[in-house]
């Protein structure tokens, strides 16, 4: 079993790309997801809720190879 982190490490990230990107923004991200991050993204994730950290790691990495300069700085 690996580690888990709270739900809202995923929720602000996601938030982010949408206000600054909006549903097109969003879509890409999911698109550039693996399945079971796309996955969890698409069953509303919520603040509160245990998510493998894996996951945040995934959605960080693809935000910032979309968004970013791809150096996760």
Not at 20 to 38: F, I, N, S, T
Not at 39 to 54: I, S
């Amino acid at each position: 079993m690996g580690a888990n982190i709270k739900g809202s490490a995923i929720t602000a990230r996601v938030r982010y790309v949408r206000e600054h990107y909006g549903e097109p923004g969003v879509r890409r991200l999911k698109d550039a997801l693996g399945a079971d991050a796309r996955r969890r993204l698409d069953e509303k994730v919520m603040p509160h809720d245990w998510v493998p950290l894996e996951t945040v790691y995934e959605v960080c990495t693809e935000i910032d190879r979309l968004y970013g300069h791809g150096d996760l700085a």
